[in-house]
């Protein structure tokens, strides 16, 4: 286990931090140039983070973070694709990180997209086509269960691609049926900053 915490110590210190940045009380550790001179020879961060690209939602900031702390992934609408399950992995394998976390959040622009290809038949004809196409299921499957806002479908989508992420990398499942390791779908608030938990795995 990095630093000798467990999946569930890691999820509550990162919450913790979660809290002092919504109470304005944020610590920014480790943000100094000597803690980024300590990590030139090498790197233990305690998570990997898929979260989306949007400029509105940077992860250190989010859960009161620095330097070497966090593996971050980003893509807009946290979508996967192959260089994405190879970086998550690399961070499991080769980093030992004890938590995954998949970061939706609120008024995704990369969601909204999906809603409006659904509704209006309207997919875009550049690049943007392949983010609307991998988030379009989770807009199906959110109505199906019947969550019609964007909040309901922006949460469906972080736990559709964190089930993804375990199904696809043998070594989540294994890690994950072992304890030693988590993994959290989770949607940010812009109105207030909070994280809330979607849907856990072998953390609470």
């Not at 989010?62 to 998550?88: H, Q």
């Not at 043998?170 to 812009?190: C, F, K, P, Q, T």
């Amino acid at each position: 286990m990095p630093h000798n915490k467990t999946p569930q110590q890691i999820w509550d210190s990162l919450k913790e931090g979660n809290k002092r940045f919504t109470g304005e009380a944020a610590e920014h550790p480790h943000s100094s140039m000597k803690r980024l001179q300590e990590l030139q020879s090498g790197q233990e961060p305690i998570a990997v983070i898929l979260s989306c690209s949007d400029s509105r939602a940077p992860v250190e900031y989010i859960f009161d973070t620095g330097f070497g702390d966090l593996f971050v992934v980003r893509t807009a609408g946290e979508t996967v694709a192959p260089a994405v399950f190879g970086s998550i992995e690399f961070a499991v394998k080769n980093l030992d990180v004890g938590l995954i976390i998949v970061l939706g959040h609120e008024s995704c622009g990369a969601v909204s997209a999906a809603i409006k290809a659904v509704d209006h038949a309207e997919v875009p004809v550049d690049s943007q086509r392949v983010l609307v196409e991998k988030i379009i299921p989770s807009v199906l499957q959110s109505r199906v269960k019947g969550g019609t806002d964007p909040a309901a479908i922006e949460a469906e989508h972080a736990s559709i691609t964190a089930d993804q992420i375990i199904h696809r990398l043998s070594v989540v499942g294994d890690r994950l049926e072992m304890g030693e390791i988590g993994v959290v779908a989770a949607h940010y608030r812009l109105s207030d900053g909070q994280v809330e938990s979607v849907r856990t795995w072998g953390v609470s």
